[in-house]
């Protein structure tokens, strides 16, 4: 694979386009409460991304019909928003894409609803969170996306979960999916070689039971087949020579539910 030459205003693009993403999620946490409903947050998502002058690159794509995916318990993510309010006890994935300045920036966290967790949710999102990170730290120049998804993998299935496989991260820059998709499994040294300069998204879904998935007649809603409880974590980055650059941290350190922190 040729090297990738990004020039220094297309990285300041990404460096905004993933800020905002991740400004986005800080903003809605305090919104995320027993009661409220997926619709209201994803409704209160999309001003934000507008009032940012920015465009949530989900709506109307692939004929997507809303801003955000809003994924909750059992869900595996591409959940639509809807009417139905959030209960005490539930766990909820919020994906936002944003469009600024026409490029991308694509982040997701994931979300506990009222004081009555249980430890089976927490302990899926803690693994979630873990797994993504044991992707992302293979990354940098040289490494192979069997690597990225081996170490993925090999997290989650150590903790008696499975990383789901019919959804992976992606290629991302000026465009919302490139070629090139960082698959959530794989072989250490197999699949194409990261270069300095690429732009991606690492994005493992893992579920508590087996990674099996049903997508519903909605044609966008992915469940896992044992209805076990399923999180994900997303965060677009760069390769770079020594390692990786992440676009979408959190700048009020909300990466992670708060009892992790």
């Known amino acids: 694979m040729a090297v990738i ?8 693009k ?41 465009i949530p690159a989900p709506l109307g794509y692939r004929g997507y019909p809303k801003a955000t995916c809003i994924s909750v ?12 309010k959030l209960k005490n006890g539930d766990i909820l994935n919020i994906d936002i894409t944003v469009i600024k300045d026409e490029w991308y920036g694509d982040t997701s966290r994931m979300f506990a ?15 979630a969170f873990d797994s ?42 000026n465009m919302f999916h490139g070629d090139l998709q960082v ?15 690429m732009f991606l998204t690492v994005e493992p879904m893992v579920n508590l039971g087996k990674f099996d998935v049903r997508v519903l007649s909605d044609k966008w809603t992915a469940i896992t087949k044992d209805r076990s409880l ?5 965060h677009t980055l760069a390769v770079t020579q020594d390692g990786f650059e ?4 959190s700048l009020a350190g909300l990466d992670r539910p708060i009892w992790n922190k």
């Not at 399923?230 to 997303?234: D, L, V």
């Open 183 to 197: 698959v959530n499994y794989g072989t250490p040294g197999q699949g194409a070689v990261l270069k300095e300069g």
């Open 5 to 12: 030459h990004k020039n220094p205003e297309e990285w300041h």
């Open 132 to 173: 993504m990170w044991a992707g992302i730290n293979t990354i940098k120049d040289g490494t192979t996306l069997g690597d990225v998804g081996h170490a993925i993998q090999s997290y989650a299935e150590q903790q008696g979960c499975s990383a789901v496989r019919d959804f992976c991260g992606h290629e991302i820059g």
């Open 73 to 84: 318990n059992h869900v595996v993510c591409h959940g639509i928003p809807s009417d139905k």
């Open 230 to 234: 399923s999180a994900q974590f997303e």
């Open 113 to 127: 609803v009222g004081d009555k967790i249980s430890v089976k949710a927490k302990r899926i999102i803690d693994i």
């Open 14 to 54: 990404m460096r905004v386009a993933g800020k905002l993403a991740s400004q986005v999620l800080d903003y809605i946490t305090e919104y995320v409460q027993v009661g409220v409903t997926t619709d209201y947050l994803n409704d209160l998502c999309e001003k934000f991304i507008r009032d940012h002058d920015a």
């Open 246 to 249: 992440i676009f979408t941290k």
